[in-house]
């Protein structure tokens, strides 16, 4: 039994091409990729080889300038995430503590507001290109109001709302979902003895729920974290082209119209040491949490 | 529980119903518009339901100006092909890296697992190279789909793989049968829901996926994001068609959300973890 299970010629045929295929697809690219962000340029005559620049292109990323619009790109994903955290997920989180407290047809709620979750962002980023060329003047001029000039997409001032919006609105439905199945998980002794000793509604919710489905809520932050390092799909519909306001929109630019290889590809990088840094410091922060709960509870109990 | 008539009761649901609104009014106002013409939209009927149910729009829309029955059929070829891809490797690689006792099988599942972390726009440029001869083909889109979405594959195949007891192994060795097929004719069968779950999610995220689409599909394997948001361009006049593409578009996911919504949410939960 132990032999069978122990073979290494069917672990290989069971592993090994996974691994492979695994290691040629996604490993070595973003070797490829960090190799290509330490090089200069590649000449436009053949044969002329790229040099060997260390860090040159992070460095050009971060030297502020007019023409430079990369730490401005910077900027705008943390104010999404910002926008993510602070507003989207406390709202997906009263959702989810109001239906899991029993509401009458509780999961019909759930299931609708779960709809465009499932849609593709391309169709939501149309749709709400009509919403706002069609639907929201319409609704100004009965309002008497005075639309922003050039419409939302093309107003400086209104545009990057207007961007972050549609992609704020369609997830807090998959926030819900997560932060009300860790709710619904809570054990119903837990819930009931919290009742017996008279805690109810708001209370319950900050003392007993909410410090419960603490591992649920880290898995929402780093969601909403590193999907705003990783925002491309709804800019890239309802902005004009070639426009750079997002770490992964000014990537594609300059990769692909512009055709700065080694330039993107430090952009590229940087989405991901980003990415990686804060999934990093979201865990550090959430063990200090633990860690601060447990101190209190002791000196509680010590007292 | 109290149960009572109040005012707090009435502010909930009319909180939530307010949001069941917004959440389902974009898919309605979608709907009317595909059934519009242009004419309709601007002479102010913005909301209501269509004077004409124009089903020429979905025609149109169809086939003669706006190919989107091949878009669509790229799309299914594409996330078909990916899907038999994920879940064949996923589940042999589950197997092996979980099942069988090998030295280093935690080096490699945390290898895997670490790929999941890093976003796929670390590997774009190199992959435009490693796929330059494939260009214009399905594959040049099926391949990174698979690779990328085989880690989170095998961790919700992980879950399952490991609560199923060893006697099942066992028996059937002292039965006589080989590794192979304890794994696909005994394992394989009771991996059936886990796997239905991981396909799910990668279902979702491949027929949605727009990144990698507009670098790879292009020409005839265009898929059903890109195509969509080319035709948008095109289409800025032709209300009506276009809403009916974005609906054609969107009514496979919104179909098997509506037969299956427990199991959707369920697959979209496993998949979480991946960020």
């Known amino acids: 039994m132990k032999r069978v299970l122990s073979n290494k010629w069917s672990i290989a045929v069971f592993v090994l091409p996974t691994v492979l295929f695994f290691t040629y697809i996604v490993i070595?690219?973003?070797f490829k990729s960090f190799y290509y962000s330490l090089l200069s340029e590649i000449p436009a005559k053949v044969g002329d080889q790229s040099e060997f620049v260390w860090f040159e292109n992070y460095i050009k990323m971060f030297t502020p300038g007019r023409r430079n619009a990369f730490p401005e790109a910077v900027l705008n994903s943390?104010?999404?995430a910002g926008l993510s955290i602070f507003v989207q997920l406390p709202f997906s989180l009263l959702i989810a503590l109001i239906l899991a407290n029993g509401v009458k047809s509780e999961s019909l709620y759930r299931n609708l507001f779960f709809i465009p979750v499932v849609i593709s962002s391309v169709v939501i980023s149309l749709l709400w290109q009509r919403i706002y060329k069609d639907l929201v003047p319409s609704i100004y001029e009965i309002f008497h109001l005075t639309l922003p000039k050039n419409g939302f997409l093309a107003n400086k001032d209104t545009k990057l709302m207007a961007v972050f919006l549609p992609s704020l609105w369609q997830f807090v439905g998959y926030h819900m979902l997560l932060m009300y199945g860790a709710l619904k998980s809570i054990p119903t002794d837990v819930i009931e003895a919290a009742t017996v000793d008279g805690a109810g509604g708001v209370r319950m919710a900050l003392r007993i729920q909410i410090p419960m489905i603490k591992p649920m809520l880290k898995v929402c932050l780093s969601f909403s974290l590193i999907g705003s390092f990783k925002l491309f799909?709804?800019?890239?519909?309802?902005?004009?082209?070639?426009?750079?306001?997002?770490?992964?929109?000014?990537m594609y630019v300059e990769m692909f119209s512009n055709h700065k290889y080694s330039y993107a590809s430090a952009q590229a990088m940087f989405i991901?040491?980003?990415?990686?840094?804060?999934t990093v410091l979201l865990n550090i922060l959430f063990k200090d949490w633990d860690g601060f709960t447990l101190r209190r509870g002791r000196r509680r109990l010590a007292a | 529980m109290k149960k009572k008539f109040s005012l707090g009761k009435v502010a909930t649901h009319a909180f939530l119903i307010v949001w069941l609104l917004l959440c389902v009014f974009p898919l309605?106002?979608?709907?009317?518009f595909s059934l519009k013409d242009t004419q309709e939209i601007f002479n102010g009927n913005l909301i209501g339901l269509p004077t004409q149910w124009l089903f020429s729009n979905y025609a149109n829309a169809w086939g003669a100006g706006g190919n989107i029955s091949v878009f669509l059929m790229n799309s299914?070829?594409?996330?078909?092909?990916?899907?038999c891809i994920t879940s064949l490797m996923g589940f042999m690689s589950a197997y092996g890296l979980l099942r069988m006792r090998w030295k280093g099988q935690k080096v490699v599942m945390t290898y895997i697992m670490m790929g999941m972390m890093i976003p796929m726009h670390a590997a774009l440029y190199p992959l435009t190279e490693t796929l330059l001869p494939l260009n214009k083909t399905y594959w040049a889109l099926i391949i990174p789909y698979a690779a990328f979405n085989i880690p989170i594959t095998i961790l919700i195949l992980s879950g399952f793989i490991t609560n199923i007891p060893y006697e099942m192994e066992e028996a059937a060795c002292i039965d006589g049968s080989g590794i192979f097929r304890t794994a696909f004719t005994i394992i394989l069968p009771m991996m059936v829901p886990a796997i239905a779950t991981a396909a799910i999610f990668v279902f979702l995220q491949v027929w949605n996926e727009l990144l990698l689409a507009t670098i790879f599909a292009s020409g005839k394997v265009r898929t059903l994001?890109?195509?969509?948001?080319q035709m948008s361009g095109q289409y800025q006049t032709d209300y009506g068609s276009m809403g009916a593409a974005l609906v054609i578009a969107t009514l496979p996911t919104l179909?098997?959300?509506?037969?299956?919504?427990?199991?959707?949410?369920?697959?979209?939960?496993?998949?979480?973890v991946k960020g």
Do not use: H
């Open chain 1, 28 to 30: 070595i690219p973003i």
């Open chain 1, 78 to 80: 943390l104010y999404y």
């Open chain 1, 233 to 250: 799909d709804t800019p890239w519909i309802l902005l004009e082209r070639a426009n750079k306001s997002l770490p992964a929109l000014s």
């Open chain 1, 272 to 278: 991901v040491f980003e990415c990686l840094a804060f």
């Open chain 2, 28 to 32: 309605y106002w979608l709907l009317c």
């Open chain 2, 76 to 83: 299914v070829i594409d996330t078909a092909v990916t899907l």
């Open chain 2, 225 to 229: 994001t890109v195509g969509i948001q």
């Open chain 2, 255 to 272: 179909v098997l959300y509506m037969c299956m919504s427990g199991q959707v949410q369920r697959s979209l939960i496993a998949g979480a």
